[in-house]
C-alpha cells in the first residue's frame, strides 16, 4: 500500500528564514516522489520531482530512502511562497498519485 | 497550449440524484485521472484512464463510475448522491506514460443538499 504523511498541518515562518516541509512515505518498492503546490484561487502544479533533482523557486527536496523522506527545503522564504503544500508518490506502474494531506505554509512580512 | 478544462465549475444537487462531470485533457495528452478533494480526507484518487480503459481505480464505491472518449475527453458520473459526496473533483491529464507529471484542472466543486 502507498501512504504519505505531512505531519504539519500548518507551518508559519518569517520572510528571510528557512522553511522546511515535512513528508514521509511508505511504499515497498521505488517510488517517484513529487511535490505539488497551490497557490491561493489557482490550479494544483507541479513544483517538483525527485527524478530530476531540479531546484525549483528556490525549493529543493531529496529522496532519503533509508528514512523514507522526501522533505522540501528553501533557505529563504518569500512572501509568495505563501501557499499548500503536498507531497505525492506515483508506485510503479498504477499510474496514480497518493497525496499527503498537505501542508499550508504561511511566510510573513 | 490550453489547460485542462472542467465542467461544470460548480453544481449543486440534492440527494439521491445523479451527476456527470467533465473533463477536457490537454491536447496529445492521452491519460485523465480524477480526484476528490475534501477538507477532511484531502486529495484522494479515484480512477485513471488512458485510451479509453480504465486503468486503475481507487477505493470508492460503484457509484462513482467513468469513461473516456476516443478524444480523450473524460466524464465521471456519481449515482445515488450522498451528503458526504459534496467536494472539490479534480481532473488531471498527462501522456500517461510511468510516473508523467500530471496537469491539474481548476475542478468541479459539487454541493449535495
Known amino acids: 500500500a502507498q501512504r504519505v504523511t505531512q505531519p504539519e498541518k500548518l507551518l508559519s515562518v518569517f520572510k528571510g528564514a528557512p522553511v522546511e516541509l515535512k513528508c514521509n512515505y511508505s511504499y515497498s518498492g521505488s517510488p517517484e516522489l513529487f511535490w505539488y503546490v497551490q497557490y491561493s484561487r489557482q490550479r494544483l502544479q507541479l513544483l517538483l520531482r525527485h527524478i530530476s533533482r531540479e531546484s525549483i523557486k528556490g525549493f529543493t527536496a531529496d529522496l532519503n530512502k533509508g528514512e523514507t523522506s522526501f522533505h522540501l527545503k528553501k533557505p529563504f522564504a518569500q512572501e509568495e511562497d505563501s501557499a499548500m503544500y503536498y507531497c505525492?508518490?506515483?508506485?510503479?506502474?498504477?499510474?496514480?498519485?497518493?497525496f499527503g494531506k498537505g501542508t499550508l505554509l504561511t511566510v510573513n512580512p | 497550449k490550453a489547460g485542462v478544462t472542467q465542467t461544470p465549475r460548480y453544481l449543486i444537487k440534492t440527494r439521491g440524484q445523479q451527476v456527470t462531470l467533465s473533463c477536457s485533457p490537454i491536447?496529445?495528452?492521452?491519460?485523465v485521472s480524477w480526484y476528490q478533494q475534501t477538507p477532511g480526507q484531502g486529495l484522494q484518487f479515484l480512477f485513471e484512464y488512458f485510451s479509453e480503459t480504465q486503468r486503475n481505480k481507487g477505493n470508492f464505491p460503484g457509484r462513482f463510475s467513468g469513461r473516456q472518449f476516443s478524444n480523450s475527453r473524460s466524464e465521471m458520473n456519481v449515482s445515488t448522491l450522498e451528503l458526504g459526496d459534496s467536494a472539490l473533483y479534480l481532473c488531471?491529464?498527462?501522456?500517461?506514460?510511468?510516473?508523467?507529471?500530471?496537469?491539474f484542472g481548476p475542478g468541479t466543486r459539487l454541493t449535495v443538499l
Open positions: 488531471a491529464s498527462s501522456s500517461g506514460t510511468e510516473h508523467n507529471e500530471q496537469f
Open positions: 491536447s496529445g495528452h492521452r491519460s
Open positions: 505525492a508518490l506515483s508506485g510503479g506502474s498504477n499510474y496514480k498519485l497518493t
